[in-house]
């Protein structure tokens, strides 16, 4: 075994000390492949133990590293002995005269990181772009600015200021405001009543409509 080899066997234990459980971390020597593995830690993530031979990926990297001069392979990916995936690092050890005599091999078990994406990605999905994209949570805290930035979402959603807008696209709009609880603020009716030139009696109006409570044709047509 060559020296280097040997003085880096006490740092596979403390960098697997450092890094914690996910990490494996392996030093092979590069001079002995059929038992190519000298230390290493946390081996039940690729289910290696010290004595193993190199793997034929690790024989295949050995000759490109040989013939290019590469220093590392860093970041690429592996399997984990049931089948999990594995961001796997290598760092080739050279001798004085630039041969390579061993790797140090750093190899994290992405299974729990991935289950933490999987759950952030579903905590942050969102369903509609319509609502959603426009309105901060947290962002304003005044009802008059939260009423605001609703009825200015109705005048992207129709493409046109409410006033100007026919009695059917009015109770468009108040459909959709009523979906996405706006009128459950205080002060929404009067609100929605100057932005679109109506009366609060008719905004009512087409609220009790929406609700089911009253039949359209029957609404004053402002």
Do not use: W
């Not at 030093?27 to 993530?45: K, M, R």
């Not at 041969?99 to 729990?112: A, E, P, R, V, W």
Request: charged share 25%.
């Amino acid at each position: 075994m060559h020296p280097l080899i040997r003085c880096l066997k006490p740092i596979v234990k403390g960098l697997a000390l450092a890094l914690g459980p996910d990490y494996e971390v392996v030093l092979h020597d590069a001079t002995d492949t059929d038992h190519s593995v000298v230390a290493i830690e946390n081996g039940h993530i690729s289910g290696r133990s010290i004595g193993d031979p190199m793997t034929d990926f690790g024989l295949f990297t050995l000759k490109k590293a040989g013939e290019n001069g590469a220093e590392f392979a860093s970041n690429f990916l592996a399997r984990s002995a049931d089948g999990g995936r594995i961001r796997a690092n290598t760092l080739f050890l050279r001798d004085e005269d630039g041969s390579i005599i061993g790797y140090l091999c750093i190899n994290y078990d992405m299974t729990k990181a991935e289950m933490m994406k999987g759950m952030i990605d579903h905590l942050t999905s969102i369903g509609s772009s319509f609502y959603s994209e426009h309105f901060i949570e947290g962002g304003p805290s005044r009802s008059e600015d939260i009423l605001e930035r609703n009825l200015k979402l109705i005048r992207e959603f129709l493409g046109k200021p409410l006033h100007i807008s026919s009695r059917q696209e009015k109770m468009q709009a108040v459909r959709k405001l009523e979906e996405e609880g706006f009128f459950l603020l205080k002060g929404s009716v009067e609100a929605f009543a100057q932005e679109s030139g109506n009366s609060v009696y008719t905004v009512y109006g087409y609220l009790r409509t929406v609700r089911g409570e009253a039949p359209e044709n029957k609404e004053p047509l402002k």
